[in-house]
């Protein structure tokens, strides 16, 4: 079996990554082109794309290139470093020891020794180097005889030159460059502002995108509502309803991933309370603010702490937490006993309806036999004291 792999920032994709890969697929009779966007990349820092929309980019570049493409995931969703050695033993075992051929630029090429066990990623695949004419001449012909001493198989392909690479783009060369990307993939950055030099309309249209392609319908619609009524709730307390928007899109965005990463992802998102004392429903909270700080380089600690207190709440809530909570808990789908006089209160004190509404969940959580998170209890102590009220919290320890 022989396997062509192509790895890559794609941050975004141009269309000189997408004459490499045609050109390195008609080099021989390939049974699978995997496309592999790198998780975190190692040797390129500074992504500004989060991995799901390069993905998604990728996937519009290259999908429909040949048949046997496949975008892989893979870098972006299993736990351990994104090293090249590590993904082609991935590779390896995946399909019994297949042929790999791994497409790299020049550049590449000439650092590829000081890749990590480089040895072991030179003995598991050919190199497929494309260079310019005058580089094989001179400096490549040089690294390849060094790299072939130690074992590797390396084989040029020539390229005519590509004046234009991602990191232009991103530096705002874009508008005259639309010709240089893909139209499909111009098209979403344009849609969501992806690349936008102003970090609040970056953030706001990376998170629609995200909850398009991360979140089901329903909860894709419940994202747009909470957005809606986050926004409606702070215009009435003169909050910044930007980053509501950019909380209120990212609030539920890691509802669908796998309990591996959620896990993962709340554990390092440095929760008040011990991990192992949260119940398995509120973990989402915590891994979205974790994936909003790590994937779109949100540092905004309203931000954060909206999106991280959501699902249990906290002593000493701010006003967008508020705002986001009881967004969340009354947006227009959701439908219970008491909503509407929750709603008209959310619209007249800020705590008076976090006191209420708690209240109301920790009342739910316990009838259904439930935990209730230490920090619910904690908040709704918070909001007792507030009103003068004697939060009789024992009625909702476990
Ligand atoms: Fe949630
Ligand atoms: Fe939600």
Sequence with gaps: MKILLFGGAFDPPHK????????????ADFDRIIVMPTGTPTHKKGCVAPFDVRLHMAQLAFGSIAENVE?????????????????????KEKYDNPHIYMAIGSDSLLNLDSWKNAQQVMQNCTVLAFAREDDVQDDMAQKEIQLEKSGADIRFIKVEPIEFSSSQYRRGFGDENTEFLPQSVQNVIDEYDIYAQDDITRWKGTAKLLAKLLLDEKRYLHTLNVEKLAVELGTIYGLDTEKLQVAALLHDIMKNAPYDILLHRAKQSGIINRIED????????????????????????DI???????????????DMEKVIYLADMLCEERKFEGKDYLLGIARENLDRAMYEALEHSLKWIKSKGNTV?????????????MFGGTCEEERYER
């Design 16 to 27: 000189g990554h997408v004459s490499i890969l045609r050109k390195a697929a008609q080099f």
């Design 71 to 91: 975008i892989s995931d893979y870098e972006g969703t299993n736990l351990k470093d994104d090293y090249t050695y590590l993904t082609l033993e991935y590779l």
């Design 278 to 301: 949260k119940p398995k429903q509120t973990l989402h909270g915590f891994a979205a603010a974790h994936y909003a700080a790590k994937e779109l380089d949100i540092q905004d600690e």
């Design 304 to 318: 954060l702490w909206a999106v991280k207190s959501h699902t249990c709440g906290r002593y000493g809530m701010q």
């Design 373 to 385: 998170d230490t920090d619910s209890l904690d908040a709704l102590r918070y909001f007792s004291q």
